[in-house]
């Protein structure tokens, strides 16, 4: 863990720079950006309310 520099400011990632998992989800299986949304919204909703529970 401490070789992988994961907490050092330099190799930090903006977020805003990756893909959310609707669009890699939407890429993966060839669909649309409509798609990707969909999956975004049921994803977001999902992890709040369903993931421990």
Avoid: C, F
Wanted: hydrophobic share 40%; charged share 20%.
């Amino acid at each position: 863990m401490n070789r992988a520099r994961l907490w050092a400011p330099g190799s930090l990632i903006d977020r805003k720079s990756l893909p959310t998992p609707g669009q890699m989800l939407a890429a993966m299986t060839q669909q649309d950006a409509t798609v990707a949304e969909q999956i975004d919204a049921h994803y977001d909703l999902a992890v709040r309310t369903n993931l421990y529970g």
